[in-house]
């Protein structure tokens, strides 16, 4: 697959960015309910290679990649886009949008991000820089609500909500919309924990990443 087939196609252009670690279905069903608001073919899903925010993920670039594609194979709502585990350096929520506006003229991007991480944006690297580049679509998350934002997040989003996903066509970045998606509580890291406990983690995720785990014995040790 070249670099540019996932951005093919118009209108808004929805993408999740995660660590993956793994991929489970608390990413994949909040994305396609966000895709299907929107009107949109496809949403693309970019693992990221390393990652500024936390500790080192615990899985190689190439398996989180890896699961993340077994995770939507022949799933034609959804794309990998592997630019930031390819890129050198930091992976950069700004410099992959800089990567993808300068592709994409002036096509809507709608950046999704769970609630936690949306309530922390204004942590983000270069985080003022991300509403000139893209849309913000917050998915809410279970124990994370999105009421009562810490300032500067809060004065530099007023004016930015969004309430209708239309709202969101209109221009290529600059408005912030929550989505009422549905609410699951799973996380990687409950997965990873159930993995190295020796249970089955069967139904949090898509068989074909579940598959992928145990074919290459990841998340078998604790961390
Ligand atoms: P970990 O448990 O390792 O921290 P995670 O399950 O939160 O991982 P990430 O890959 O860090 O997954 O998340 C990528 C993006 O998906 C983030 O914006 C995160 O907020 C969002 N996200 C993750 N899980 C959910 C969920 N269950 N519902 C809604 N959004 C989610």
Do not use: K, N
Request: hydrophobic share 40%; charged share 25%; net charge negative.
């Amino acid at each position: 697959m070249t670099a540019s087939e996932p951005l093919r196609g118009e209108g808004p252009l929805p993408l999740l960015g995660g660590t993956f670690d793994p991929i489970h279905f608390g990413h994949l069903r909040p994305a396609e309910e966000v895709r299907a608001a929107l009107g949109a073919e496809r949403f693309l899903l970019i693992p990221c290679g390393d990652p500024p925010h936390r500790d080192s993920p615990l899985t190689s670039a190439e398996h989180r990649l890896a699961l993340t594609r077994a995770a939507v194979e022949g799933r034609e709502a959804a794309e990998v886009l592997d630019w930031e585990v390819r890129a050198e350096g930091p992976s950069y929520t700004v410099r992959t949008l800089e990567w993808l506006r300068e592709r994409l003229g002036r096509r809507p991007i709608v950046t999704m991000i769970g609630s936690d991480a949306f309530t922390q944006l204004h942590h983000w690297h270069q985080w003022q820089r991300l509403l000139e580049l893209t849309h913000i679509a917050a998915l809410r998350r279970p124990g994370a609500p999105l009421q009562s934002l810490e300032e500067p997040l809060a004065t530099a989003l007023a004016g930015r909500w969004a309430q209708r996903p239309e709202d969101l066509a209109e221009e290529p970045a600059g408005r912030v919309m929550a989505f009422d998606v549905t609410r699951l509580d799973i996380s990687a890291t409950e997965i990873r924990q159930l993995v190295a406990a020796g249970r089955s983690p069967r139904f949090l995720l898509p068989r074909t990443a579940e598959d992928y785990i145990a074919a290459h014995e990841l998340y078998r040790q604790a961390p």
